[in-house]
Structure formats: structure tokens, C-alpha cells
């Protein structure tokens, strides 16, 4: 079974520039996450997707951070502009059960975002 | 959000057990305790989940005393392979949004 994928592994663009990650779950997985890590600090919880449908985004950082998910497969997250705050790892998640919390995530290897 | 406490660091040598304890204090009635480790460069990975008494699995056991105020993560017989961060989480189901803490950094020693 292949895991959680995210591409790209590395992006390095510059300020005020836009770059969208994409997550791909563990096919038939409902619940997707995803996740940053700031250089330093702790995971940080950004948003839940249970199919297509934004279950909670109260992590999102600001409206410079746009999630997807069309058709419920694959995720995309876009950061536009981007500012040197934003440089950190961000993680995807997902899940299988309804309660997807409950239950373990599988985290993809992330993607390593760098704003210079 | 139940708040966790765990060690910063521990070390360890191979072949010993360890036992890396978090505290919850305000753990609450539906909260699970559940436990990642994360290697670098890569994401967190599930190791085990328990929600009183005891739980095993092939990798480690977990003990959860009777008031849940604390948990254990018994890792036995640990390897090089082991050395990574662990991380404790607790919550419920619905609409629990997982807190990462900063961990425990575990180095296994030769």
C-alpha cells in the first residue's frame, strides 16, 4: 500500500512569490491534514479536510494560505505571497475512520519550504 | 486542549528498556492518549494509542494509571533505530485537533 506522497520535497522561492504543495493520502482515506513546522517550534495542526468538505481550518495562519481538496483525492495548499515567516516543513495527514483523531494518521515525508 | 509534559531528552544505551513518561493533568473523560515518533526528515509516525490500563503492540507498550494523569511509553530492548523524537498527544474523537508538543529526544547509545 503506498503511503502519504507530497510533492515537492524542497521549494526554495522568494518573497512575495506563490507556491502550491500537493498531498496525495492513502487511497480511500477520508480525513486529510495538514501540518507546518516552523524552524524551532512544535507541529502545528493547520486544517481537516473529511472528504472535500473544510472540517475545521482554525490553524491556517492567515488568508495568504489556501487549501484544497477537489473530489476529496488529493490536496493542494497554496501560499500566495509568500513571506520569510512562511519557511518551515509542512506535513500531510490522513486518515481512514470518521473519527479520523482516534486513530492513527499516516504522515507523508513533507515539504520543505524555504522563502528567502 | 489537555496539556502534555514530557522529557526534553533521554538517553539510552542498546538493548536496555526505556520508559518515557508524559503528564496530562487535565486529561478529560474521552480524551486518548496516543504516541508518534518521528525520525528526521521524515513525518511523525503512529506507534501506539491507549485509553486506561495497559496496551501492547509489537513495537512497545503503553501504561495508563488508573486517574490518567500520566502515561508510560515502554519501549523495549531499544536499537540505534530508535533514536528519534517521541511525541505524546491527547485528545478525544470528533473534533480533536492534534497538539504536537516538543517532544522527547531519545539517543541510543552503542
Known amino acids: 500500500e503506498a503511503g502519504v506522497t507530497q510533492f515537492p520535497s524542497h521549494s526554495v522561492i522568494e518573497k512575495g512569490q506563490t507556491v502550491t504543495l500537493r498531498c496525495d493520502p492513502i487511497?480511500?482515506?477520508?480525513?486529510l491534514y495538514w501540518y507546518r513546522r516552523v524552524m524551532g517550534k512544535e507541529i502545528k495542526f493547520l486544517l481537516h479536510?473529511?472528504?472535500?468538505?473544510?472540517?475545521?481550518e482554525s490553524g491556517m495562519p492567515n488568508n495568504r494560505f489556501l487549501a484544497e481538496r477537489t473530489g476529496g483525492t488529493y490536496s493542494t495548499l497554496k501560499v500566495q505571497p509568500a513571506e520569510l515567516e512562511d519557511s518551515g516543513v509542512y506535513f500531510c495527514a490522513s486518515s481512514q475512520d470518521r473519527w479520523g483523531a482516534l486513530y492513527e494518521q499516516y504522515f507523508g515525508p513533507g515539504t520543505r519550504l524555504t522563502v528567502t | 486542549l489537555a496539556k502534555t509534559t514530557q522529557p526534553v531528552s533521554m538517553d539510552s544505551y542498546e538493548g536496555q528498556e526505556v520508559n518515557i513518561t508524559c503528564s496530562h493533568n487535565?486529561?478529560?473523560?474521552?480524551?486518548?492518549i496516543t504516541w508518534y515518533q518521528q525520525f528526521p526528515s521524515q513525518g511523525p509516525r503512529f506507534i501506539i494509542q491507549?485509553?486506561?490500563t495497559k496496551v501492547t503492540n509489537e513495537v512497545a507498550s503503553l501504561f495508563i494509571p488508573a486517574d490518567r494523569k500520566s502515561s508510560t511509553l515502554s519501549l523495549p530492548r531499544v536499537s540505534l533505530s530508535d533514536t528519534a523524537v517521541y511525541y505524546c498527544?491527547?485528545?478525544?474523537?470528533?473534533?480533536?485537533?492534534?497538539?504536537f508538543g516538543r517532544g522527547t529526544s531519545l539517543i541510543v547509545h552503542p
Open positions: 487535565n486529561i478529560a473523560t474521552n480524551d486518548y
Open positions: 479536510f473529511v472528504k472535500e468538505s473544510k472540517q475545521d
Open positions: 491507549g485509553y486506561k
Open positions: 487511497s480511500g482515506h477520508d480525513n
Open positions: 498527544l491527547v485528545g478525544g474523537g470528533g473534533s480533536y485537533i492534534p497538539t
